[in-house]
């Protein structure tokens, strides 16, 4: 029987992964908002979209430099016309939206043959964050981002025009908050107006599986590194893309819904999941400012994953955890379809005797035919089949491989487009 992911660690950085097989469409992944001011400019960084680091860019005022611009108080959307944000991001510091959620996305529209970008990082060398760039709706390579450098060439040597950007951080929070500056076109350019955000909105809470741990691993035995994380190729940034709507990804590796894996004493995701910044209380996240139709909730693999208590002990407190947990969806989404999931990871031969797909089917079944039986009509349950790592590969720690999110985001996509007529 595999053994069970360790579904958080540390370790130094291997190589990097590649493109969206599937291609980029739609606007990426979560919230949506646009920002625009002007800034102090500056050239230098690196070559184009490769996994490189930039370098310190030489001062100067560069023509159509373009910083972030708060407004407001907490966790909630920057405001403008020529930058759009997609995810949760801290808009109190006035240097700029600060956000650590993968998934999270800076989208613009930019003229000429070149751009920058201006981050403040809280990463390292050995354990860097990572964006996946996509230009035009199409993929262009990755952007490593760390502490030791703040601008970073995004792209150069275009065809000289209009270009839509996007940059999809495809790391979790615990590689390190970002904090976005500026965008800095090339001398003589401007950033554009940015095409308005789709009507459809998707909320995906989950662990590793829905970060994207390990998805551009060779196979099972790599260890976590940051640059194996792939969030743009995990499932729930896919399904997103598959059905053109824009999707706030709020995952963890190794959290749960009662009890992290192997008991971890950090926050559970129900604690944590009304956060701007993933591991800062304050500020809180703004319900109010981005209302998602779908939430999909896949949690639960962690809870079943090393000393599984019995079900005697278990039970109440897990089924308690996660009705609760979906009752703050619904109170802050009165309207969204909830898909509480489960899966591919979970098997009853792994903890020996544990049972564990069996009993999170029950589980998670008894809060939904709780729910739908109470009243709740936009509430469903949904499988994901167990992963088969001989057919379609495993990526670091067990966890799902490339070809496997494709086949959830098929699956997902497929569910949602029939109870929505998406």
Not at 327 to 349: H, K, Q, W
Request: with cysteine.
């Amino acid at each position: 029987m595999l053994a069970f992911a360790v579904c958080i660690a540390s370790s130094a950085l291997a190589g990097c992964g590649d493109d969206d097989p599937n291609g980029a469409t739609g606007a990426g992944a979560g919230a949506s908002t646009s920002t625009s001011a002007s800034g102090a400019g500056g050239e230098g960084g690196t070559g184009e979209g490769g996994a490189g680091e930039g370098g310190a860019g030489e001062g100067g005022a560069g023509a159509g430099a373009t910083t972030s611009s708060t407004s407001g108080t907490g966790g909630g959307n920057p405001s403008g016309d020529t930058i759009r944000f997609i995810g949760r991001f801290d808009t109190t510091k006035p240097e700029g939206p600060r956000f650590s959620w993968a998934g999270s996305a800076i989208a613009t529209r930019f003229s000429g043959t070149s751009i920058s970008v201006r981050f403040n990082d809280a990463s390292t060398a050995a354990q860097s964050n990572f964006f996946q760039v996509v230009i035009d709706g199409e993929s262009k390579g990755v952007l490593k981002v760390n502490g030791d450098e703040e601008l970073y060439t995004v792209a150069e040597g275009l065809p000289d025009g209009e270009h839509d950007l996007l940059l999809h951080r495809r790391t979790e929070p615990l590689v390190g908050v970002t904090q976005f500056v500026e965008f800095v076109p090339e001398q003589g350019e401007a950033l554009l107006p940015v095409p308005p955000a789709p009507e459809r909105r998707i909320e995906v809470i989950g662990d590793s599986i829905s970060a994207g741990y390990g998805i551009d691993g060779a196979d099972e035995t790599c260890p976590f590194t940051s640059d194996t994380e792939n969030n743009y190729l995990a499932y729930s940034a896919l399904t997103g893309r598959m059905l053109e709507a824009d999707t706030t990804i709020v995952a963890w590796s190794g959290r749960g819904v009662y009890r992290n894996y192997d008991d971890e004493a950090a926050d559970t995701m129900p604690e944590i999941y009304g956060r701007a910044i993933a591991d800062e209380p304050e500020p809180a996240w703004d319900f109010s400012s981005w209302e998602p139709q779908v939430v999909v909730i896949n949690l639960g693999t962690n809870d079943f994953s090393i000393n599984v208590p019995g079900d005697a002990q278990f039970r109440a407190p897990f089924t308690n955890a996660y009705t609760d947990l979906v009752d703050t969806v619904r109170e802050n989404y009165p309207e969204a379809f909830i898909f509480c999931t489960i899966g591919p990871m979970l098997s009853d031969g792994y903890p020996e005797g544990a049972e564990a797909l069996t009993r999170a089917r029950d589980y998670v079944g008894q809060v939904v035919k709780a729910r739908t039986d109470g009243g709740d009509d936009r509430v469903r349950f949904l499988e994901f089949p167990p992963q088969d790592g001989a057919a379609n590969g495993l990526g670091c720690d067990y966890h799902p491989s490339v070809k496997t999110n494709q086949m959830m985001a098929q699956q997902l996509s497929e569910a949602i487009s029939e109870e929505l007529d998406w």
